[in-house]
């Protein structure tokens, strides 16, 4: 079993409308949950991180953490085309916490 | 503040030629990374460094070596290339548990 899991996609949405991203983890000693967005070409790119059960919002994005579930999503509202891009999942654990683990990553679309 | 440097950005390398790939952090972060990214597979843990003077292999360490020099440079190094070692690689480096920041990646090509 992977240690992270993310639907490959690709995810197309409009612009404008909400773009709904997802991932599960394996391991329930997982501490914090990050999301990462990489455009073709570029290196991966730190836009939230959770570690609490509940929602987290920073601007468009919230991030949303259920740990009952071990299910992490990441919502991005008002899509634009400059989101186009894959999104990386990620978790860490270990005694300081830096040990992290990634998903494949899902690629989005935003059609304008 | 440059954040986390690599070089070289591109690389090609005849089958069984070494080379070094160096990484630098100006974060003052203890902890720093190597990984290779392929298509389909991800993100794939090379080596990674805790801290100064430690170093830990990770998923996909075979046919690399590391040095953490100091706090700030972190190098891998590949002995004897393999096509198989065709690839991008990134350098990253966090703080605590606070998330990773990657360098801008070296593609490097062995024929």
């Known amino acids: 079993q992977k240690e992270v899991e993310q639907n490959s996609g690709p995810l197309s949405v409009p612009e404008g409308a909400i773009a709904s991203l997802n991932c599960t983890y394996s391991d329930r000693g997982s501490q914090s949950f990050f999301w990462y967005r990489q455009y073709s070409g570029k290196s991966p790119e730190l836009i939230m991180f959770i570690y609490s059960n509940g929602d987290k919002e920073d601007g468009r994005f919230t991030a949303q953490l259920n740990k009952a579930s071990q299910y992490v999503s990441l919502l991005i509202r008002d899509s634009q085309p400059s989101d186009s891009a894959t999104y990386l999942c990620?978790?860490?654990?270990?005694?300081?916490?830096?040990?992290?683990?990634f998903g494949t990553g899902t690629s989005l679309t935003v059609i304008p | 503040n440059a954040g986390v440097t690599q070089t070289p950005k591109f690389q090609v390398l005849k089958t069984g030629q070494s080379m070094t790939l160096q990484c630098a952090q100006d974060m003052n972060h203890n902890s720093m990374y190597w990984y290779r990214q392929d298509p389909g597979m991800g993100l794939r843990l090379i080596y990674y460094?805790?801290?100064?003077?430690?170093?830990d292999k990770g998923e996909v360490p075979n046919g690399y070596n590391v040095s953490r020099l100091n706090k700030r440079e972190f190098s891998l190094r590949l002995e004897s290339a393999a096509p198989s070692q065709t690839s991008v690689y990134f350098c990253a480096s966090s703080e605590s548990a606070s998330g990773q920041y990657f360098g801008p990646g070296t593609r490097l090509t062995v024929t």
């Open positions: 460094s805790a801290s100064e003077g430690t170093t």
């Open positions: 990620a978790v860490n654990r270990g005694p300081h916490g830096n040990q992290f683990y």
